[in-house]
Each structure stands twice: as C-alpha cells, then as structure tokens.
C-alpha cells in the first residue's frame, strides 16, 4: 500500500503523516509498515540541535497510525468517522532513532470490536527494537463542521 492508498484511509498529513508505506496486512490480525526518517521531518529542528533524534512519542504515534490503518480498514462508513488514541501502555524506548534510519512498525491486534482496538506495536531499526508499546484506539464520529 502506498502514500496515497495509506491517505485515502486516514487524515493524517504532512508534517504529521507518520507512515510512508505498508507492506504487509493481515485484516484484522497485524500490519507491518515503514516510515523512512529524514534530516528533513520538522521536529530535528528542535529535538536536538547538532544530536538529531526522533521524539519516542511521535514513534508511538507512527505505531497507532499504522494501527489506523489496519483497524479503519473494517469500519463502515468511516469517511464520517475518526479513530482516537485511548491509551499507551507499557511503552519502552530501546534505542534512539536518527536521520538515515528506516522505521519497521509491526502492529500486532490484541483485541478488536465494533470502535475498539488494542494493539501491541513494535518497531526496528535494522532489525533491533528502538521502541514497543501497546495501544488502545476508539473509533467516534467526526465532529459536525
């Protein structure tokens, strides 16, 4: 699934869309997905000067987006609907994440029904954990313009 696929089911957008690709689904079961980090995402300009490293917090949330998208996949009428985090639990931070470094997101689904999602997410670097954490999301409908 590309950029375009992955927009066409969430409304995350530059500069916050964290996931550039997906290349594995299981609907419903698990979600594997890429995010190619660059000198060039905003938050390096500030996090930190002249020792670049990703927020741990925005790794989660390229993880919950990553969720979205397997989630979202099963909600109907989803272009009236947003999904929300809920929580964050049991998250660990293994190793930073710099500039040149390609994120594998591996989204696993705990629980799922009808607005509810919990899932276990890890991500690599290389094929070491950086990050894992699980997640909880509910799915509500979108505010009335």
Do not use: W
Not at 17 to 32: C, F, G, H
Not at 60 to 70: F, K, P, T, W, Y
Not at 81 to 88: E, G, Q, S
């Amino acid at each position: 699934m590309d950029i375009l696929e992955i927009q066409s089911l969430i409304p995350h957008r530059y500069p916050f869309l964290l996931i550039d690709r997906i290349v594995e689904i299981e609907p419903l079961k698990r979600i594997v997905a890429i995010k190619n980090v660059t000198m060039n995402e905003p938050f390096f300009q500030g996090h930190f000067p002249g020792a670049p490293v990703m927020p741990g917090v925005l790794i989660i949330e390229a993880m919950a987006q990553a969720g979205a998208v397997l989630l979202f996949r099963e909600v109907p009428d989803r272009e009236n609907k947003l999904m929300y985090f809920a929580a964050i639990e049991e998250a660990r931070f293994r190793k930073p994440v710099t500039p040149g470094d390609q994120l594998r997101l591996e989204i696993e689904v705990i629980k799922y029904r009808s607005g509810y999602g919990k899932l276990s997410g890890k991500a690599y670097v290389d094929g070491v954990v950086v990050c894992e954490a699980v997640v909880t999301s509910v799915t509500a409908d979108k505010p009335k313009p």
